[in-house]
């Protein structure tokens, strides 16, 4: 085992020099086995909603032929969903070395069912050939290192605007899931609970789960997120059973039930997962029904979201895990995005939509995850989910998201890295960090800094300085940001 300066050994680590240690460079990153595993749990914790909330996405929607998705069986989808998540979250660990877990991405996925599958005569099999191909299309982007050039082009502070903006969307996104911020009926974009004012169990249960990782946080306690994540779960399933409180309904009836899951002691813990779905894409069915310039601007759409996502996920967990160069790179970049590319092409041909790596990651790098055998452990648990898909289910948001809402004041602590006296970096990096909650979308964010940069620079004559790269991105982002009204005037 290996030792502290005073000669003592590190308990949970790995033997030093041992085949485990040496592969994941788990004593050199300056953690343990039990930091790893308590980090894969971790993640897949806060993770494992997606293998609900994903069926309930793409599952509802029916296609452009009035077909649902897998004959709209939510259990298959989630089953695959879960494989999928496992596979590509063991590959990133075995191939990149990386603390970072990938699954269904939420908002591609909505995407893809809202705004490929439902068009009129597109078929499910069409809108995941899309997928697959976008997948592919990144794949080669990044062999041929365009990917990884433009991500070193990016300047620094800027990298670190992207970690801060993620850290307040999750931040968000937690206190959403949980019900603690809502969208009232009034003009009044969001407001505080229900009526302004916090009320119901659940939310009880969110704010014990939130003050016990703060107050653990504070005492040092390894694993404070995990015991927080399953204190509140405990909790949850206490009140449920004694109150009976039932799930918030999405017609507003209900308003301080539970969010997702309503948690209680499954009936069955064990089912039989069903992987039929695999394999319904079409690659090229949809040029058919949809012509080859809505192709292009669909699967275009697709790509630039994907595209940078990843990019400002692996910077925020890289920031957090203390990973990241002088430059701001992580180590293997270019296995992270290959495995990355391969996810999204994966899960179109598994048919449950593109798969990217999570922000929510960084609740495993909370508890001291800093190598790919923390993404291994999530693997292993989103595979095991296939056949426990009841047991995951219980698992309510309340209980789960003051995780999120923690590792978002972790990542905030990065600001400092921005020169806020330099409006050059210090408007784009604004823009950056408030467009993401704001908008409810990284690439978003990541795109209104970039081209506020690239145009600053112009104004200030400094436009040869900017990386000839910045200039292709900020004109891509262009065109994203007025893909509507150009596919107006096209008539699509």
């Given at each position: ?7 003592a050994?590190v ?83 075995a ?14 996925n ?53 970690s ?122 949809s ?19 994907d ?14 895990a ?109 823009l ?29 004559g ?21 893909i ?9």
């Open positions: 085992m290996p030792e502290t300066s005073a000669g050994t308990p949970g680590s790995a033997p030093s020099g041992s085949a485990v240690d040496r592969y994941f460079r788990i004593s050199e990153r300056g953690s343990t086995v039990t930091r790893e595993v308590r980090g894969g749990l971790a993640t897949f914790f806060t993770m494992a909603y997606i293998i609900v909330l994903n069926p309930l996405i793409i599952g509802t929607v029916p296609d452009g032929t009035g077909e649902f998705l897998a004959g709209g069986d939510l259990a298959v989808i989630a089953a695959v969903t879960a494989l999928v998540a496992g596979v590509m979250s063991i590959l990133m660990g191939v990149a070395n990386y603390p970072l877990a990938l699954a269904t991405g939420l908002g591609l909505a995407f893809v069912a809202y705004g490929i599958a439902s068009l009129d005569g597109v078929t499910w099999a069409d809108a995941m050939g899309l997928v697959v191909l976008e997948g592919l299309i990144i794949l080669v982007l990044v062999l041929t290192g365009f990917r990884e050039a433009v991500f070193r082009a990016i300047p620094a502070q800027l990298k670190v605007a992207i801060v903006g993620i850290g307040l969307f999750i931040t968000i996104i937690g206190l959403v899931d949980a019900g603690v911020v809502r969208k009232p009926a009034g003009p009044v974009p969001v407001e505080l609970g229900v009526g302004g004012f916090l009320a119901g169990w659940p939310t009880l249960v969110f704010l014990i789960g939130l003050f016990l990782i703060a107050a653990l946080l504070a005492l040092r306690v390894q694993g404070a997120i995990l015991y927080g994540i399953v204190t509140a779960t405990v909790l949850a399933i206490v009140v449920e059973a004694i109150v009976q409180v039932g799930p918030r309904n999405p017609d507003g009836s209900n308003p301080t039930g539970w969010g997702l899951n309503v948690p209680a002691l499954p009936d069955s813990w064990v089912r039989t997962p069903d992987f039929s779905l695999i394999g319904e894409f079409s690659l090229l069915g040029a058919s029904s949809m012509g080859l310039t809505a192709v292009f601007l669909l699967v275009f759409t697709l790509m630039l979201a595209f940078f996502d990843t990019m400002g996920t692996m910077v925020a967990v890289g920031a957090e203390g990973l990241l160069d002088e430059d701001g790179n992580p180590p293997n970049t270019r296995r992270i995005l290959v495995v990355d590319s391969l996810a999204a092409a994966a899960g179109g041909a598994a048919g449950v939509s593109s798969n990217t790596s999570y922000i929510e990651s960084t609740a495993g790098v909370g508890e001291g995850a800093r190598t790919g055998l923390a993404s291994i452990v999530t693997g292993v648990l989103f595979l095991l989910a296939t056949f426990l898909s009841p047991l995951v289910a219980v698992v309510p948001h309340e209980a789960a998201t003051p995780a999120l809402v923690i590792v978002g004041f972790l990542m905030m602590q990065q600001v400092t890295g921005i020169d806020w006296d330099d409006l050059e970096i210090a408007l784009p990096a604004f950056t960090i408030v467009l993401m909650p704001f908008t409810y979308s990284i690439t978003a964010g990541i795109g209104a800094g970039f081209v506020a940069y690239v145009l600053l620079q112009v104004v200030r400094k436009g040869r300085q900017v990386h000839v790269l910045m200039w292709v991105v900020a004109l891509l982002f262009l065109v994203y940001f007025g509507d009204p150009i596919q107006g005037w096209l008539g699509l």
